[in-house]
Structure formats: structure tokens, C-alpha cells
T-cell receptor, first 107, second 116 residues
């Protein structure tokens, strides 16, 4: 599976959009981009995934660049409950978790 | 609520004890997974079961013994553990076996294990 690079931490003000970047320059043509998050001491929670097109669901939007070498997860209106570790994973089935990005949403 | 439950949520055991962790999924999935998350470390995949058959064992010590009696239930039997086995143990399930393309995994809340 391709490796991803994420910033170790980010801050966001409550109510503002949180934009979490991920680089995956070695992604293969059949690998999907997945985003999960893990709130402290809980199990990871699936957020969204995509292959080539941008995707949106009730939780977030996923923007994938045309060359597929990077992506951005957007939480449109961050709340304090969105404070978590966010994992970007590229995968054709198997999930390999890295260190992720610690997102802190502050009042 | 993800449809994957784990019991117990917390467990303290001595190195000579035998205990079991239980996972149940209510999603009609055919694949189930055990992961380990030690402090400050990424999740590590331990075992994979597809249609009740073990298809992956990532060099896990034999003191961890998984069991999958049916597609809805997964157990992790623990015996003679070491203090370094203290971690969060997570169960997950997916509709189809991993390796078949897009396959979202849904995780349980985990069992926090402390080995004394």
C-alpha cells in the first residue's frame, strides 16, 4: 500500500472549516483514499473515501487532486467534538494506519 | 454506534490469567479483524478472518489465540500475557474480505487491556 504524509498537528477555530491535507505521491491507480478519525481512546471512525472524484457526505468533503498525489479532507464547520486524530490511508482493501494528524478545535 | 460491539471495555489481568475478548458485529459483514494499539503507536493489524477462516496472522505471538465461530462473532483468547501487551484492542468488520478493492471497515469501541 502507498505511504501517506500528514502534518502531525493542526488547530482550527470552532465554526470554521478545517482543511486537513494528505500527500500520497506513490498512490496506485486502483488504490482508494480513505479518511478515518479516532477520538481519544475510542475506535477509529470511518469518515469518507474516494478514488478520483471529489466526494461529500454528511460528515465531510474529500477533495482529490487530478493527479491523485494529494487530497484534502474538509470539515466545513468544525466543532469541539471534531477534536481527534485524523488518518489518511491509501488502500486497495488493507488499512495501514500511520500517525495521522492531531486536529484540535478550540473555542 | 457503528454496529460493532466489544466486551469487556476494560480488563485488568495478571500474567498468569486466561481471559477472552469478545467482538460482535450486527452489520451482516463477512470479514472481521483484530487490531492492537499500544500507547503512542499506530494501529497494528493482528488477525483477519474472512467467512470464518483466518486469512492473515501478522506474526502475532501464540499467547494471543483468535477464534471466529461464525461471521458475526470474533474472540481473542489471552493467556500468559506480558506487561508490554497492555494496549487498546480493537475489532473491526467489513462487508467483503480485504484485498478486494474498496472495503470500508467499521470499528468497535475497543477493549482497554492492562496486564500486571
Amino acid at each position: 500500500d502507498a505511504k501517506t504524509t500528514q502534518p502531525p498537528s493542526m488547530d482550527c477555530a470552532e465554526g470554521r472549516a478545517a482543511n486537513l491535507p494528505c500527500n500520497h505521491s506513490t498512490i496506485s491507480g486502483n488504490e482508494y483514499v480513505y479518511w478515518y478519525r479516532q477520538i481519544h481512546s475510542q475506535g477509529p471512525q470511518y469518515i469518507i473515501h474516494g478514488l478520483k472524484n471529489n466526494e461529500t457526505n454528511e460528515m465531510a468533503s474529500l477533495i482529490i487532486t487530478e493527479d491523485r498525489k494529494s487530497s484534502t479532507l474538509i470539515l466545513p464547520h468544525a466543532t469541539l467534538r471534531d477534536t481527534a486524530v485524523y488518518y489518511c490511508i491509501v488502500s486497495y482493501g488493507k488499512l495501514t494506519f500511520g500517525q495521522g494528524t492531531i486536529l484540535t478545535v478550540h473555542p | 454506534e457503528t454496529g460493532v460491539t466489544q466486551t469487556p471495555r476494560h480488563l485488568v489481568m495478571g500474567m498468569t490469567n486466561k481471559k477472552s475478548l469478545k467482538c460482535e458485529q450486527h452489520l451482516g459483514h463477512n470479514a472481521m479483524y483484530w487490531y492492537k494499539q499500544s500507547a503512542k503507536k499506530p494501529l497494528e493489524l493482528m488477525f483477519v478472518y474472512n467467512f470464518k477462516e483466518q486469512t492473515e496472522n501478522n506474526s502475532v505471538p501464540s499467547r494471543f489465540s483468535p477464534e471466529c465461530p461464525n461471521s458475526s462473532h470474533l474472540f481473542l483468547h489471552l493467556h500468559t500475557l506480558q506487561p508490554e501487551d497492555s494496549a487498546l484492542y480493537l475489532c473491526a468488520s467489513s462487508h467483503s474480505p480485504q484485498g478486494l478493492g474498496q472495503e470500508t471497515q467499521y470499528f468497535g469501541p475497543g477493549t482497554r487491556l492492562l496486564v500486571l
